[in-house]
């Protein structure tokens, strides 16, 4: 037995459909009432220029542009060992390597999704880079017929991560808010496609172990902004302050999640959602997944049906994808 379920973003978001799934699976029992408030917060706008906005969107992803959608499983022990990974330990003397060693205990490991997310942005960037970059030198070989100077030098990462914003509001929101109650945390990384890069001191993203740290600090820096005072920007002045419209005005600008010059992966987490609560009569379901991501370049996190870790479901261009998924950094930690 399945049972599948579509719902709109203009409308809901994960908590809101969750809410519905298991509001709907208890309904011969006693529930709590879905509470409706945010028309009330953020009053209804016109959508009279939605459905050009729709078909704008139908055109993020051009239909010659073939789309692979995999799924990687990072045991809980994996994610131990990766979130180590995500604190920086110097080790040069031993003097130093006792001071860090104080130092390490006094830092805030990463949360789960803070160190999955760092892992996969990484490789993310990494396989996109080394493309770049060989189209440069591709470009400046003397048999190619590819202009050099047309080719950016520079190219901005930028990550969003769909932020539920109940829990950012002070006093928080009901969980069981009912509506899209949702904006994106963006975090940006310059890599310069010839020459050094500022990032990781200079190094760039190809030294790998020494990237967790500043990642996951990059991460956590842009979700901790979307915060009460956010919202309060929003109430005030949406179309300015939210961050989900500049995301799109992002990616209407450049056309697609992966143009020259902006490259966009998304994030979005369901973990700790009660998706393996809902019990129509038959039992509580055995796998629950997504069954479509709208975007390529993005990612979604799911609690395992296990109970052991995390699923990631991560779309990208086919071509990115070979790269990706035989990344040794994701080898060493995904199942």
């Not at 261009?317 to 994701?330: A, N």
Request: hydrophobic fraction near 40%; proline fraction near 4%.
């Amino acid at each position: 037995m399945v049972i599948c379920l579509s719902g709109s973003h203009k409308i809901v978001d994960a908590t809101s459909i969750l809410n519905f799934v298991n509001d709907w699976s208890a309904i011969a029992r006693v529930v709590d009432k879905p509470c409706y408030i945010f028309s009330s917060m953020f009053p209804p706008t016109s959508l009279d220029n939605q459905k050009e906005k729709d078909a704008a969107e139908v055109q993020l992803v051009p239909d010659r542009i073939k789309i692979v959608t995999k799924r990687f499983v990072f045991k809980d022990s994996s994610i131990a060992n990766l979130k180590k990974k995500c604190i920086h330990l110097n080790t040069n003397n031993e003097s130093d390597h006792q001071v860090d060693k104080q130092e390490h205990n006094k830092q805030q490991l990463p949360s789960r999704i803070e160190a999955l997310t760092s892992l996969i942005w990484m490789c993310f960037m990494d396989v996109d880079h080394r493309f770049k970059v060989k189209q440069i030198d591709d470009a400046v070989s003397p048999v190619s017929t590819v202009n050099a100077v047309s080719l950016p030098k520079q190219v901005q990462y930028i990550a969003g991560f769909a932020i539920n914003l109940r829990s950012r509001t002070i006093p928080p929101l009901p969980t069981n808010s009912f509506g899209n109650m949702t904006d994106t945390a963006i975090a940006e990384i310059p890599l310069n496609l010839t020459g050094s890069n500022h990032f990781n001191n200079g190094k760039g993203i190809r030294d790998q172990s020494q990237n967790y740290p500043e990642l996951v600090s990059k991460i956590r820096g842009s979700i901790k902004l979307v915060d009460n005072e956010h919202v309060k920007a929003m109430k005030s002045n949406f179309a300015i302050s939210c961050n989900h419209i500049k995301m799109h005005q992002m990616l209407q600008e450049g056309g697609t999640l992966n143009d020259d010059h902006k490259t966009i992966l998304m994030f979005s987490s369901w973990c700790r959602f009660p998706i393996y609560e809902a019990d129509f009569g038959w039992g509580k379901p055995s796998w629950a997944s997504i069954s479509k991501l709208l975007y390529k370049n993005c990612v979604m996190f799911t609690d395992a049906s296990s109970g052991d870790g995390i699923e990631a479901w991560v779309r990208l261009k086919e071509e990115d994808m070979v790269e990706f998924e035989r990344h040794e950094e994701l080898v060493a930690f995904a199942s």
